[in-house]
């Protein structure tokens, strides 16, 4: 099956105007491959269960909003009621999107993926391995792909394969080694880019390393907030730092703009005693490869997908942070050494050979091999 001119409902488990991740990537390269891309966002609160709504991105991408006719609180507490009732929701929904080539879910929300008319079904999981019922979907999926073999080992299907994170197009043609220079002079620019309030974040280490390198500037890009008590005093410290600058949320191009300032970027997972609960959290990531496109050196965490790349990323072979200082102040004292130009250009080819169409490849050839 090729995947060029296709009907395909991409489902979602976070929203369209949120921060951009893999399903939006995914999203925008088969739209832009010449596919009829539905985006079906989680539900949405603020219209009516009766009609869905649409908005159009593009001519080849439509943004779908729908709202449950039942409290989904249902789902942690009554969770046979609360499928009985999604598989309802369900064909009100097919009902209006009508008949797809692709039904392709990355969200584990609805567990009978066949109530939506199509003739393929894909069930691509990136994480949640936490939810309720994340293993149901792939009973009705004729392929299931996942990020890391850590979750393809959850699940039973004879149909499951490895498709890695992959980078969008536009972090490809802005970041090129024209655009890229060795180490600056001056004050070094350090950056992490992520949710600040996400769990997985080891806030200790990071506020360790803020306090003990007052004289590098740390930039901060993504979304956050004060009304979770156990981030509050992270933001508050980031706030208060005199070397930190927080961005807040950036579209990609002012993202891209702002790495081609950066000299250093960190990946820093918590690898503390909740880890092995969350393992899949930091088994692979896609913000490795936007980090990479910059050419810039990593100082990173143990990331399984990224095991055997030392020369260019510097990662910690241990499942814990102990020696992330001392990882990240090796790499600024040989900063030069880290962001030569042999280096930089070979970070950016890694990351051209992990392009979300390359990966849409892989997976057009799997569709083929199981037809």
């Given at each position: 099956?090729?995947?060029?001119?296709?009907?395909?409902l991409l489902?979602?488990?976070?929203?369209w105007?949120?921060?951009?991740?893999?399903?939006?990537?995914y999203?925008?390269e088969l739209?832009?491959?010449?596919?009829?891309?539905?985006?079906?966002?989680?539900?949405r609160?603020n219209?009516?269960?009766?009609?869905?709504?649409?908005?159009?991105?593009?001519?080849?991408?439509?943004?779908?909003?729908?709202?449950?006719?039942?409290p989904?609180?249902l789902?942690?507490h009554?969770?046979?009621?609360?499928?009985?009732?999604?598989?309802?929701?369900?064909?009100?929904?097919?009902?209006?999107?009508?008949?797809?080539?692709i039904?392709?879910?990355f969200s584990p929300?609805?567990?009978?993926?066949?109530?939506?008319?199509?003739?393929?079904?894909i069930?691509?999981?990136?994480?949640?391995?936490?939810?309720?019922?994340?293993?149901?979907?792939?009973q009705?999926?004729d392929v299931?792909?996942?990020?890391t073999?850590?979750?393809?080992?959850?699940?039973?299907?004879k149909?499951k394969y490895?498709?890695?994170h992959g980078l969008?197009g536009?972090?490809?043609?802005?970041?090129n080694?024209n655009?890229?220079?060795?180490?600056?002079?001056?004050?070094?620019?350090?950056?992490?880019?992520?949710?600040?309030?996400?769990?997985t974040?080891?806030?200790?280490?990071?506020?360790?390393l803020?306090?003990?390198n007052n004289?590098?500037?740390?930039n901060?890009?993504?979304?956050?907030?004060?009304n979770?008590e156990?981030?509050?005093?992270?933001?508050?410290?980031?706030e208060?730092?005199p070397?930190?600058?927080?961005?807040?949320?950036?579209e990609?191009s002012?993202?891209?703009?702002?790495?081609k300032m950066?000299?250093?970027f960190?990946?820093?997972?918590?690898?503390?005693?909740?880890?092995?609960?969350?393992?899949?959290?930091?088994?692979?990531?896609?913000?490795m490869?936007?980090?990479?496109?910059?050419?810039?050196?990593v100082v990173?965490?143990?990331?399984d997908?990224?095991q055997g790349n030392?020369e260019?990323i510097a990662?910690?072979?241990?499942?814990?942070n102990l020696?992330?200082?001392?990882l990240?102040?090796?790499?600024?004292?040989?900063?030069?050494y880290?962001?030569?130009?042999?280096l930089?250009?070979k970070?950016?080819?890694?990351?051209?050979?992990?392009?979300?169409?390359i990966r849409?490849?892989?997976?057009?050839?799997?569709?083929?091999?199981?037809?």
């Amino acid at each position: 099956m090729n995947l060029k001119g296709r009907r395909i409902l991409l489902i979602s488990p976070q929203d369209w105007d949120s921060i951009k991740l893999s399903k939006h990537h995914y999203a925008l390269e088969l739209a832009a491959r010449g596919n009829q891309v539905v985006f079906l966002n989680p539900p949405r609160k603020n219209i009516s269960f009766k009609k869905i709504r649409f908005e159009h991105i593009s001519k080849e991408l439509s943004v779908v909003d729908y709202n449950l006719f039942f409290p989904y609180a249902l789902k942690f507490h009554l969770y046979a009621l609360f499928n009985w009732l999604l598989n309802i929701q369900l064909k009100l929904i097919s009902r209006q999107l009508k008949h797809f080539d692709i039904v392709w879910s990355f969200s584990p929300l609805f567990p009978n993926l066949k109530g939506f008319k199509a003739d393929k079904y894909i069930y691509h999981v990136m994480d949640n391995l936490e939810e309720p019922g994340f293993l149901q979907p792939s009973q009705n999926a004729d392929v299931v792909l996942g990020v890391t073999d850590h979750i393809l080992s959850k699940f039973q299907s004879k149909n499951k394969y490895l498709i890695r994170h992959g980078l969008s197009g536009k972090f490809l043609s802005q970041m090129n080694p024209n655009s890229v220079t060795e180490a600056k002079k001056g004050i070094v620019d350090v950056c992490y880019t992520g949710n600040l309030n996400a769990s997985t974040i080891d806030r200790k280490i990071i506020m360790e390393l803020v306090t003990s390198n007052n004289g590098i500037r740390f930039n901060f890009i993504g979304p956050y907030h004060k009304n979770d008590e156990l981030t509050c005093g992270f933001i508050n410290f980031l706030e208060t730092s005199p070397n930190v600058v927080l961005h807040g949320k950036l579209e990609t191009s002012q993202m891209i703009t702002q790495y081609k300032m950066m000299d250093v970027f960190i990946l820093c997972y918590d690898k503390t005693s909740s880890f092995a609960h969350r393992r899949n959290k930091s088994g692979s990531s896609h913000k490795m490869l936007e980090y990479l496109a910059s050419g810039k050196v990593v100082v990173s965490s143990k990331v399984d997908a990224y095991q055997g790349n030392q020369e260019l990323i510097a990662m910690l072979q241990e499942d814990h942070n102990l020696k992330f200082q001392e990882l990240f102040s090796k790499v600024i004292e040989n900063l030069n050494y880290f962001n030569s130009n042999e280096l930089i250009n070979k970070r950016i080819e890694m990351a051209k050979e992990n392009s979300y169409q390359i990966r849409i490849n892989e997976i057009e050839a799997i569709l083929n091999k199981e037809n």
